[in-house]
T-cell receptor, first 116, second 113 residues
Framework: AQTVTQSQPEMSVQEAETVTLSCTYD???????LFWYKQPPSRQMILVIR??????QNATENRFSVNFQKAAKSFSLKISDSQLGDTAMYFC?????????????FGGGTRLMVKP | DADVTQTPRNRITKTGKRIMLECSQT?????MYWYRQDPGLGLRLIYY???????NKGEISDGYSVSRQAQAKFSLSLESAIPNQTALYFC????????????FGPGTRLLVL
């Protein structure tokens, strides 16, 4: 079974600063996908970024980037130039490549507050 | 229009009542899922379905049942609601491709008194 751990229940950052959210996971799988989802106060789950474990290059989406350390089973999310609209819950999630059902295992979430 | 819709958005019910949460999607995906979200626990899988004839239990299926009426519709029922089923419920869809990405509905907030 897989587990996903987000060790920071809450974080805050000043607007325009950079913040990094941590995620670690435990699996015996070699090939898998990792995701970061954002849940703003509207409660909608929004995909932020996706990383394929077989790709060495870290994924980037505009101000969002990841630091994927496969050996350490670590998958952190860096938000650059933080904006007020980044205030949200952030969830890290995992699914093995050979999981036909694509079921996700989620971490417990990190609540991020961006302060003006 | 949203690709994944859920009804109702909010619901208050009493202990022992039967309720149904509905999910519809226009993405054409074959896989559909129901999750519940509790504070500090993230999202946990209740049931998932590969297609109309293939339904599977997830991590926390006790007290819940589902129905896949069509490829586009997947309903979650609480046969006899209890207070610890108070939670935020999400429906999601995915396709075989698209890097296993799941697309979520807006959620249903359920309060069981």
């Amino acid at each position: 079974a897989q587990t996903v751990t987000q060790s920071q229940p809450e974080m805050s950052v000043q607007e325009a600063e950079t913040v990094t959210l941590s995620c670690t996971y435990d699996t015996s799988e070699n090939n898998y996908y990792l995701f970061w989802y954002k849940q703003p106060p509207s409660r909608q789950m929004i995909l932020v970024i996706r990383q394929e474990a077989y790709k060495q290059q870290n994924a980037t989406e505009n101000r969002f980037s990841v630091n994927f350390q496969k050996a350490a089973k670590s998958f952190s999310l860096k938000i650059s130039d933080s904006q007020l609209g980044d205030t949200a819950m952030y969830f890290c999630a995992f699914t093995p490549l050979n999981n036909a059902g694509n079921m996700l295992t989620f971490g417990g979430g990190t609540r991020l507050m961006v302060k003006p | 229009d949203a690709d994944v819709t859920q009804t109702p958005r909010n619901r208050i019910t009493k202990t022992g009542k039967r309720i149904m949460l509905e999910c519809s999607q226009t993405k054409g995906h074959d896989r559909m899922y129901w999750y519940r979200q509790d504070p500090g626990l993230g999202l946990r899988l209740i049931y998932y379905s590969f297609d109309v004839k293939d339904i599977n239990k997830g991590e926390i299926s006790d007290g819940y049942s589902v129905s896949r009426q069509a490829q586009a519709k997947f309903s979650l029922s609480l046969e006899s609601a209890i207070p610890n089923q108070t939670a935020l419920y999400f429906c999601a869809t995915s396709d075989m491709g698209q890097g296993k990405t799941q697309y979520f509905g807006p959620g249903t907030r359920l309060l069981v008194l």
